[in-house]
């Protein structure tokens, strides 16, 4: 009989199968109903290809000793046909090896994993924001944190067949447009069409340095926005030439990172859709009139938020009204079932206020999350101390491509490339953007240049090497055959096999839990488990059918890295 590669069985099937008679046992044997049977990868491959807890969990409800209860699990699992052993272990988990068959046979999941599914048309979207930088101003290093964990929790929602929608939700609107438009007329040395965005943003710093000695300059700002919202067309132009400008500038960064969004929608769009807001919210009784006539939203005592400020005074809409209108908006056109917002944590009061006041005023709401992240610093000090106040992305990505170039010239033989251009590019990329999705992007990250591009870690250039090799000996092997029945797996075949079985379970905690670290933490353990396994097994110079398994095996690897790696924005070369 020879083993074909295509979805017979999927894994996760089959574990819901025995946790049903594992279940059952439980239920007829000591009367426990309700309880699930969660099935854990054991930290040391000995132990098992599987365990569950289940025995410990439930010993109190059966009024047994998990150590009876685990016994009769074993008991009805070793009945099982694609179970070859089961044992109990330590005070009553259950750990049980699969048959290599079964092993095998599941090998289609993984396959079918790296495809991306169907999109499920009829499904209401989720939409994902993320990148929102503000207009006039380079993005800074921080800005990548939002953009590669957005971007990459896009690609996996996608990839999952979720009907996904990216919004790039500028910061095109506000006050500093007047500052700008003032500063333009004091300072500017030519006409705003032909300014750079690093003039834009010296014209911006030395209004900030001028209006010290000056404070009437801040008003002249204000005025100067007033009359833009109000209409002025010249204003308008100069606005939109500073919006051009910004985004064609940004649009590069995005291409070299692989960033795509499907509306590019910033604050300025809501500009003329913030008053049924205002209104619905002043006669739902909602906003209410605080200090000098503002109006304010007040939450409950227990949420411990204070008031927040839905129009100025002045009569000024803010961040806050622009949200809610946003809302508004797309609950009204697209109809999502979920936004998620990947914003900061400095951002959690806005938030927090935000949501609140939505709640509030009762609209017919999707699930709504905030996506944060801490602070990213680098280990290397020279980073962060250059000149000016803000470290620009593009410097970063420049400074990322001139290391792996060196790094490149360092390894000499053992790096083959026909662009080593393109490839320091690549290499820097991901160095860059995996440094910062493999950190649980809830703690501040630390980044660490010679981390980042080592060869050896867990690193982009580790994978992408990893990838490369996997490549090389598939082609190497002159394709793929067929292969005859295996009768036992070898302990690295095992691993890898093991390891490569989790790859959709661990697709589906990313996007559950919005954590690109879980995947990226993922593939490092593959390229670990891949490697260890080529040291030990001979791949090409095996008899057969171990060479042919070993090159399947090799070429799913491959396809593993390389769906991972897509998912997470960073390209893996077939050569390196
Ligand atoms: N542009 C904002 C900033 O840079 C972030 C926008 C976040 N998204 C939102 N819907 N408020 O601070």
Request: charged fraction near 25%.
């Amino acid at each position: 009989m020879s083993i074909s590669f295509v979805h017979k069985l999927d894994f996760y099937t089959m574990f819901s199968t025995l946790s049903d008679s594992a279940q059952s046992a439980l239920a007829e044997t000591f009367g426990v109903v309700d309880v699930e049977v969660k099935w854990e990868r054991p930290q040391d491959p000995s132990h098992g290809d599987a365990a569950t807890p289940v025995a410990l969990q439930c010993a109190k409800k059966a009024g047994k000793s998990p150590r009876e209860i685990a016994d009769r699990l074993v008991e009805v699992l070793s009945a099982e046909s694609d179970i070859e052993k089961a044992e109990v272990a330590g005070p009553g988990y259950v750990n049980i090896w699969l048959t290599t068959d079964a092993l095998i046979r599941t090998l289609g999941t993984v396959r079918s994993a790296c495809t991306a599914k169907v999109k499920r048309e009829n499904e209401a979207p989720v939409i994902i924001e993320y990148s929102q930088p503000n207009i006039a101003k380079p993005l800074g290093v921080h800005h990548i944190l939002s953009t590669v964990i957005g971007q990459s929790l896009a690609n996996v929602s996608r990839h999952l067949g979720y009907n996904t929608v990216t919004i790039n939700h500028l910061g095109d609107w506000g006050t500093q447009f007047g500052k700008l438009a003032v500063a333009l007329e004091k300072w500017g040395e030519k006409p705003v069409d032909v300014c750079t965005l690093d003039d834009l943003l010296e014209l911006y710093v030395r209004f900030h340095k001028e209006v010290e000695n000056d404070p009437t300059l801040e008003d002249a700002g204000r005025e100067a926005f007033r009359k833009l919202e109000e209409g002025d067309p010249d204003l308008r132009k100069f606005w939109q030439s500073v919006v051009d400008i910004t985004m064609q500038e940004m649009q590069t960064l995005y291409d070299r990172l692989h960033i795509t969004f499907d509306y590019t929608q910033g604050e300025s769009f809501y500009e003329d859709k913030m008053q049924p807001v205002i209104n619905e919210g002043k006669e739902k009784g909602v906003f209410i009139e605080g200090e000098g006539g503002a109006l304010i939203v007040e939450f409950s005592e227990e949420s411990n938020m204070p008031p927040a400020i839905v129009v100025k005074a002045d009569g000024a809409t803010i961040y806050l009204t622009r949200d809610l209108a946003t809302i508004l908006y797309r609950v009204s056109t697209i109809k999502p079932q979920a936004i998620s917002y990947v914003v900061d944590v400095a951002q959690s009061l806005h938030f927090k206020q935000l949501f609140a006041t939505v709640e509030k005023l009762g609209w017919d709401l999707p699930r709504l999350e905030h996506v944060v992240f801490g602070r990213m610093s680098f280990a290397d000090k020279s980073m962060s101390t250059r000149k000016g106040n803000i470290l620009k992305l593009q410097d970063v990505l420049d400074e990322a491509h001139k290391r792996a170039l060196i790094v490149i010239n360092e390894h000499g033989e053992k790096i083959q490339t026909d662009d080593v251009d393109q490839l320091a590019e690549i290499m820097g990329q991901g160095a860059v953007v995996y440094g910062v999705l493999s950190q649980n992007r809830k703690m501040d990250m630390i980044f660490d240049w010679d981390k980042a591009l080592s060869f050896d870690g867990n690193s982009a250039p580790y994978l992408q090497y990893t990838h490369a090799r996997a490549k090389s000996i598939v082609e190497k092997a002159g394709g793929l055959e067929g292969i005859e029945s295996i009768d036992s797996l070898s302990t690295k075949e095992r691993l890898v096999l093991n390891t490569l079985l989790q790859f959709s379970g661990v697709l589906h905690d990313m996007q559950r839990s919005s954590m690109p670290h879980i995947l990226a933490n993922y593939l490092y353990e593959l390229c670990r488990d891949y490697n260890s396994f080529y040291n030990e097994d001979p791949i090409l110079k095996a008899d057969e059918p171990a060479r042919s398994f070993r090159v399947h095996l090799t070429n799913l690897t491959a396809d593993v890295l390389k769906t991972g790696a897509d998912i997470l924005t960073i390209s893996v070369p077939d050569r390196m």
